[in-house]
């Protein structure tokens, strides 16, 4: 048992003060949050940031990733990454990467679950369609859309509206505000990269639509198919690459962020963020890999006729959706008639339909624009 204890656990004040005592001096801490837009009581064993990245895990935003897009439409397999479980990946490698630099692991994890909530259904393809029918209504963009969902659409805590998250989190979430991204948010971000490039391979070679062979082009495929090296076993092989793959990035970004946060010395998170080039980033030589590689799946992967086929469809599904929607809001059920009388038609609207999954959806455009949609198989 621990020995300074009263209570025989840690409360929140100990769990702050271990991250005084051990993180580095550039990480973020709890208890130096810039706090919440509706004040409340502390939390009697988890800090801010625990208690942030909870909210998330529990809200219904999170939920519904399960059933959204990364590159294949939810219905394609049951195999494939969907935006839970690259969000899950991401989780991963940041908290690992956070841990390593000594940085606060519990924002870092609340930064990454987070990361794609705003999102619609169908990946980049819905933000697109959405993107197109709100041009004249304020735009669509999914970090921005990100930040409604925790400040404005869930609503769950009798006090106030939304999840009432830190600032930090709410700050990270956004990405892009006049703010430079604190360490673990730029953890995040890396994470994120990573993570896709390295499940986009496994995915697309699974589903038959990249060609090993041609990946031997790419350079990191190459690195870490040779450190592999021959194996009697296709599929353990495979596995192993991807591994490797993602090991040696992960290994990259450790290195090459150690390095920048050792030459620059910041002595706060403040001086960590000031710089114009973030501190944590992969080496030159590994960006420059990174960035082949998704040139690659961009050609080979997200272009393949099957994929372009899915998002064409997709993309039309909410464009029609939305304009039989917003010329006639009657049609809507109760809870988008609500928030259409909240937010007006268009921005009601808009939250309407980011808020579906995929099969959502293919469901509701089914049932607006089928003669018959029960006897249509899901
Ligand atoms: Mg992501």
């Given at each position: 048992?621990?020995?300074?204890?009263?209570?025989?656990?840690?409360?929140?004040?100990?769990l702050?003060?271990?991250?005084?005592?051990?993180?580095?001096?550039?990480?973020?801490?709890?208890?130096?949050?810039?706090?919440?837009?509706?004040?409340e009581p502390e939390?009697?064993?988890?800090?801010?940031?625990?208690r942030?990245r909870?909210?998330?895990?529990?809200?219904?935003?999170?939920?519904?990733?399960?059933?959204k897009?990364?590159?294949?439409?939810?219905?394609?397999g049951?195999?494939?990454?969907?935006r839970?479980?690259?969000?899950?990946?991401?989780?991963?490698?940041?908290?690992?990467?956070?841990?390593?630099?000594?940085?606060?692991?519990?924002l870092?994890?609340?930064i990454?679950l987070?990361?794609d909530?705003?999102?619609?259904?169908?990946?980049?393809?819905?933000?697109?369609?959405?993107?197109?029918?709100?041009?004249?209504?304020?735009?669509?963009?999914?970090?921005r859309?990100?930040?409604?969902?925790?400040?404005?659409?869930?609503?769950?805590?009798?006090?106030f509206?939304?999840?009432n998250?830190?600032?930090?989190?709410?700050?990270?979430?956004?990405?892009?505000?006049d703010?430079?991204?604190?360490?673990?948010?730029?953890?995040?971000?890396?994470?994120?990269?990573?993570?896709?490039?390295?499940?986009?391979?496994?995915?697309?070679?699974?589903?038959?639509?990249?060609?090993?062979?041609?990946?031997?082009?790419?350079?990191i495929?190459?690195?870490?198919?040779?450190?592999?090296?021959?194996q009697?076993?296709?599929?353990?092989r495979?596995?192993?690459?991807?591994?490797?793959?993602?090991?040696?990035?992960?290994?990259?970004?450790?290195?090459?962020?150690?390095?920048?946060?050792?030459?620059?010395?910041p002595?706060n998170?403040?001086?960590?963020?000031?710089?114009?080039e973030?501190?944590?980033?992969?080496s030159?030589?590994?960006?420059?890999?990174?960035?082949?590689?998704?040139?690659?799946?961009?050609d080979?992967?997200?272009?393949?006729?099957?994929?372009?086929?899915?998002?064409?469809?997709?993309?039309?599904?909410?464009?029609?959706?939305?304009?039989?929607?917003?010329?006639?809001?009657?049609?809507?059920?109760?809870?988008?008639?609500?928030?259409?009388?909240?937010?007006?038609?268009?921005?009601?609207?808009?939250?309407?339909?980011?808020?579906m999954?995929?099969?959502?959806?293919?469901?509701e455009?089914?049932?607006?624009?089928?003669?018959?949609?029960?006897?249509?198989p899901?």
């Amino acid at each position: 048992m621990p020995a300074d204890t009263k209570t025989g656990f840690f409360d929140r004040a100990q769990l702050e003060e271990r991250e005084a005592r051990e993180l580095n001096p550039y990480a973020m801490q709890a208890r130096a949050s810039a706090g919440r837009q509706h004040p409340e009581p502390e939390h009697e064993y988890r800090t801010a940031y625990q208690r942030d990245r909870d909210r998330i895990v529990h809200s219904s935003a999170f939920r519904r990733l399960e059933y959204k897009t990364q590159v294949f439409v939810n219905t394609f397999g049951d195999y494939y990454r969907t935006r839970l479980t690259h969000t899950m990946e991401v989780a991963q490698i940041a908290r690992t990467i956070a841990r390593a630099l000594g940085l606060n692991e519990d924002l870092t994890e609340a930064i990454a679950l987070g990361h794609d909530i705003g999102h619609g259904p169908f990946g980049h393809t819905g933000e697109d369609a959405l993107q197109e029918v709100m041009a004249e209504h304020g735009g669509f963009e999914h970090n921005r859309h990100a930040l409604r969902i925790v400040d404005v659409i869930e609503c769950k805590y009798p006090e106030f509206t939304g999840l009432n998250l830190s600032e930090e989190v709410r700050q990270s979430l956004l990405k892009h505000s006049d703010t430079a991204l604190c360490l673990e948010a730029q953890v995040v971000d890396a994470a994120d990269r990573i993570a896709y490039n390295t499940h986009d391979i496994d995915d697309g070679l699974t589903a038959g639509m990249l060609d090993e062979r041609a990946l031997l082009q790419v350079h990191i495929w190459r690195d870490a198919h040779a450190i592999v090296g021959e194996q009697r076993d296709e599929e353990r092989r495979r596995y192993h690459t991807v591994r490797t793959l993602i090991n040696l990035a992960a290994t990259d970004l450790l290195e090459a962020s150690t390095a920048r946060i050792l030459a620059a010395d910041p002595r706060n998170p403040d001086e960590a963020r000031a710089p114009s080039e973030r501190l944590v980033a992969p080496s030159p030589e590994m960006a420059r890999k990174q960035g082949e590689l998704s040139r690659f799946l961009f050609d080979n992967f997200y272009n393949d006729y099957r994929v372009r086929r899915m998002r064409r469809k997709a993309h039309r599904f909410i464009l029609d959706m939305f304009s039989v929607l917003a010329a006639d809001t009657a049609l809507l059920p109760p809870a988008g008639q609500a928030a259409v009388k909240k937010h007006g038609t268009h921005a009601g609207l808009c939250d309407y339909i980011a808020g579906m999954t995929d099969r959502e959806a293919l469901q509701e455009y089914r049932r607006l624009f089928r003669a018959n949609p029960e006897a249509e198989p899901a």
